[in-house]
T-cell receptor, first 114, second 114 residues
């Protein structure tokens, strides 16, 4: 089955700096890669996603890049703010028997200090 | 718009008791997923439904776990009998369609088995 590795497990930055979180996946058939933000006591919230026919996608301060050859994808957050502090999860989707499911990375705890 | 609604938010019970977790997916969504989140294992997919039919329950840890979806607006996850190692946060998510669609999560049920 699919295996998703996520790094780093924790990331501390100063407000205004950029943050980068990286993920690798094992199954070359994976074709959908969402990123989720989870705040304390809440469920994961989708913040951005990318499909295998696209190399990069941007939404305001958040961008995701995908390298299918190397089987890795990254989340970039620019001009970080304290409210960006949360746990971020990457995921990879694979189609199997007519359905698709997500395999999640173990998460990155991002701390943005004022 | 109402998101995915889970109840109860917190459950504390003694070992051996039956536990029932409830989920109301987003109206119109036809795929429903149950996940378990722990520090050690991260987010694990337990079971998923499409059009109220269970598609894959290979993630269900033991026969003590069962899930049902009697209609498009309600699903339950039951543990009987419960054990301390079942303590975790259980999430329900829903999506529109079968392939690579964004999954929307509820805020979870924090389950503690004493």
């Amino acid at each position: 089955g699919e295996n998703v590795e996520q790094h780093p497990s924790t990331l501390s930055v100063q407000e205004g700096d950029s943050a980068v979180i990286k993920c690798t996946y094992s199954d070359s058939a994976s074709n959908y890669f969402p990123w989720y933000k989870q705040e304390l006591g809440k469920g994961p919230q989708l913040i951005i996603d990318i499909r295998s026919n696209v190399g990069e996608k941007k939404d305001q301060r958040i961008a995701v890049t995908l390298n299918k050859t190397a089987k890795h994808f990254s989340l970039h957050i620019t001009e970080t703010q304290p409210e960006d502090s949360a746990v971020y999860f990457c995921a990879a989707s694979i189609r199997d028997s007519g359905y698709s499911t997500l395999t999640f990375g173990k998460g990155t705890m991002l701390l943005v200090s004022p | 718009d109402a998101g995915v609604i889970q109840s109860p938010r917190h459950e504390v019970t003694e070992m051996g008791q039956e536990v029932t977790l409830r989920c109301k997916p987003i109206s119109g969504h036809n795929s429903l997923f149950w996940y378990r989140q722990t520090m050690m294992r991260g987010l694990e997919l337990l079971i998923y439904f499409n059009n109220n039919v269970p598609i894959d329950d290979s993630g269900m840890p033991e026969d003590r776990f069962s899930a049902k979806m009697p209609n498009a607006s309600f699903s339950t996850l039951k543990i009987q009998p419960s054990e301390p190692r079942d303590s975790a946060v259980y999430f329900c998510a829903s999506s529109l369609g079968r392939f690579n669609q964004p999954q929307h999560f509820g805020d979870g049920t924090r389950l503690s088995i004493l």
